[in-house]
């Protein structure tokens, strides 16, 4: 028997999901290259590490965080929980800026936006209909960041030019 309820996701949501799928590409690009590396086509010198068993083992890593980024965004999107996402993409926004700042790391631009993305996935992961998809309260001090302005409010008045 099936007992999850049927519900609409929430577009902050799926915007949190899209953007934080941003470093899959590149985390499967490099667990594969790594795994081969470290296995079956061993290179010299070694890319990352000092050794073929580096590579291997960092070709591991990010096959599981391939993994894990893979079921953070599912649970995200299927409302069950948020804060493997949030911490998968922090690590991600942590890295990124890493390799930002230290030039010999990686390419600049790239780590610029996926930082931006890593960014802009926590920050819908947190709107208030992000917390409400979890089933949780948005605290009050989110719920005043997100609050939309009141409608009755009169538009205010701009004198003419002449």
């Known amino acids: 028997m099936y007992d999850d309820e049927v519900r609409d996701t929430p577009p902050t949501v799926v915007g949190a999901v899209a953007l934080g799928a941003a470093p899959l590409p590149f985390l499967a690009v490099y667990a594969v290259l790594f795994l081969v590396h470290g296995s079956i086509h061993p290179v010299q010198p070694p890319d990352i590490t000092t050794s073929t068993g580096g590579e291997f083992v960092a070709g591991c890593i990010a096959a ?54 890593a960014l802009g996935a926590l920050v819908l992961a947190f709107a208030p209909a992000s917390w409400r998809h979890v089933d949780r309260h948005a605290p009050r001090a989110v719920q005043r960041i997100y609050a939309p302005r009141r409608r009755d409010e009169p538009a205010p008045v701009v004198p003419a030019s002449h």
């Open 64 to 117: 599981a965080l391939f993994v894990v980024t893979i079921m953070a965004l599912l649970w995200l999107l299927n409302g069950r929980r948020r804060w493997l996402f949030a911490l998968v993409q922090l690590g991600v926004l942590g890295a990124a800026v890493d390799f930002l700042v230290d030039g010999t790391e990686g390419g600049s631009f790239v780590s610029f936006v996926i930082a931006l993305t």
